[in-house]
């Protein structure tokens, strides 16, 4: 028999709750807190500590904890706290004693940890798991040495593993740019600014700064539906005239403060530079016809970000940072990040020798894509005895079916790194930086790719304890089974 009433709700007194039961121990915080070394990380995080002065820093594996959870979870700075605050699972995961309904700390906190770590702290963080790619490589290596000779001892060859190279835009949360929306803002803007000086003497007439005529030029471009070419020129003129107006009048009320100093603070002067620029790219752009202009501004409040061509379908053009990255048994380390375009078939040495520097040896063989083939990497390649996984210069010959299969075979090893990238973005938050400076933006990314190397270690760790358990499971059996045969072969020939 259904209800068609609602149940009342119970009042918080008579709500029954499992908090003064133990927890389980099967959770997935509660595995991954267990595995991970966190006095490692506390080495790294204390070396980012100031020791002579303020009062003493939250507990490593808390701050660090706090960082985890965000990513993997993709949650705002503001969304963490109060998660951990109402997750008992978490909670134990970030070190606490005992349930708590306080505040672990601000969420404005997160800002100042990216801050302190920086990419740097975040990539040695994740340096920590290269020593378990060696072992790794290393046990291979002897079980090779053993399968093929057992009386040869398992020496340390130059050439072990696999180095996957890609390079990837990461987006900064920034909007569209268009060159009328981006002069509109700026002569917003001058405006703030004008308002500002003009407030400090009220005693003077107030400049002329037509506001209103401009923010209506503006509408009247951008609310249109089909905007042509000479529209959105006329536009952009309209735009640069209030703009440079503005700027005139701003240095022309600076006059009175030349030997005293400058009233704005250290953000509103980093703007009106920032804003002056902007007007000589755009008004430059706009009297030669180009529609590009070297170290371009997209953004006045994130002046950092530049366009990167990228020729992706669906997507030519992506603002944020290029990040050159490798990718090593599961493992990927951003090598080199960059807010200006770049060729990152410069960057192959570098990722080669830094394989080196991590593992004590270079690799087998680099798979990468054709813009890195050029024939400075070849030859590099081939003098440390690395094989190239890629298409040869020249005129392509014909291949055997077996020369096809094992090329087909190597070129779809790069896709690994690039279903790595696709796991940033959808899952850890690397396909939308919402971060507002070049520091934490950076901090940011370094963050992702550390916790995506260590959700990976905690995947293999708990494979291979799965297998471990299943071949403890499969001998059990056989034991078991055996046992059985030979109780039955003795009781039938007896």
């Given at each position: ?165 890609d390079a990837v835009v ?132 994130q002046p950092y970000v ?180 030979i109780t039955i072969y ?5």
């Amino acid at each position: 028999m259904y209800r068609y009433t609602s149940q009342k709700q119970l009042t918080l007194d008579d709500y029954i709750h499992n908090l003064g039961k133990r927890l389980n121990s099967d959770n997935r915080w509660i595995r991954l807190a267990d595995q991970i070394p966190w006095d490692e990380f506390a080495q790294i995080y204390a070396k980012s500590l100031s020791k002579n002065m303020g009062r003493p820093g939250k507990d490593a594996r808390l701050v660090i904890g706090a960082i985890i959870i965000k990513h993997i979870k993709k949650l705002p700075d503001e969304e963490v706290i109060p998660e951990i605050q109402e997750n008992p699972y978490l909670q134990y995961f970030i070190g606490l004693k005992e349930f708590t309904n306080d505040n672990i700390f601000d969420p404005s906190l997160f800002v100042t940890l990216r801050k302190r770590l920086g990419k740097s702290g975040f990539n040695a963080l994740s340096e920590t798991f290269a020593e378990d790619i060696k072992k790794h490589e290393e046990a291979l290596q002897s079980r090779e040495k053993k399968t093929k000779d057992d009386d040869s001892k398992p020496g340390s060859p130059t050439h072990r593993g696999q180095l996957i190279i890609d390079a990837v835009v990461a987006p900064q949360d920034i909007k569209f740019p268009t060159d009328i929306d981006l002069t509109s803002k700026a002569r917003e803007e001058t405006e703030r600014l004008i308002d500002f000086l003009w407030e400090r003497n009220p005693g003077k007439r107030k400049p002329r700064t037509y506001r209103q005529k401009a923010r209506r030029d503006y509408l009247n471009v951008v609310r249109k539906k089909r905007k042509g070419k000479n529209v959105l020129r006329l536009g952009r003129k309209k735009q640069l005239s209030y703009l440079r107006r503005n700027i005139r009048t701003i240095n022309t009320m600076l006059q009175p403060y030349q030997e005293t100093g400058l009233p704005f603070n250290a953000r509103d002067l980093k703007r009106f530079y920032v804003i002056q620029e902007v007007y000589r790219q755009q008004q430059l752009m706009h009297e030669t016809g180009a529609n590009s202009v070297s170290d371009r501004i997209v953004s006045i409040y994130q002046p950092y970000v530049r366009p990167i061509v990228r020729g992706k379908s669906g997507r030519n053009t992506e603002f944020g940072s290029k990040l050159s990255c490798s990718l090593i048994d599961g493992y990927v380390w951003l090598d080199h990040l960059s807010w200006d375009a770049f060729n990152e078939s410069g960057d192959l040495i570098m990722q080669v020798e830094k394989y080196r520097e991590r593992f004590g040896f270079y690799p087998v063989s680099v798979h990468i894509d054709k813009i890195y083939g050029n024939r400075v990497n070849r030859k590099y390649l081939k003098d440390h005895g690395i094989h190239f996984a890629g298409k040869a210069l020249g005129r392509t010959r014909q291949m055997t079916p077996e020369e096809k299969r094992n090329f087909k075979k190597e070129m779809g090893i790069r896709s690994h790194i690039e279903g790595k990238f696709g796991e940033g973005k959808r899952k850890y938050d690397l396909g939308l930086i919402k971060t507002k400076t070049q520091v934490t933006s950076e901090s940011w990314i370094a963050s992702v790719f550390f916790v995506m190397n260590l959700a990976h270690w905690l995947r293999a760790d708990i494979f291979m304890s799965l297998l471990h358990l299943r071949f403890i499971s499969f001998i059990d059996q056989w034991h078991f089974f055996k046992d059985r045969f030979i109780t039955i072969y003795n009781i039938r020939t007896a």
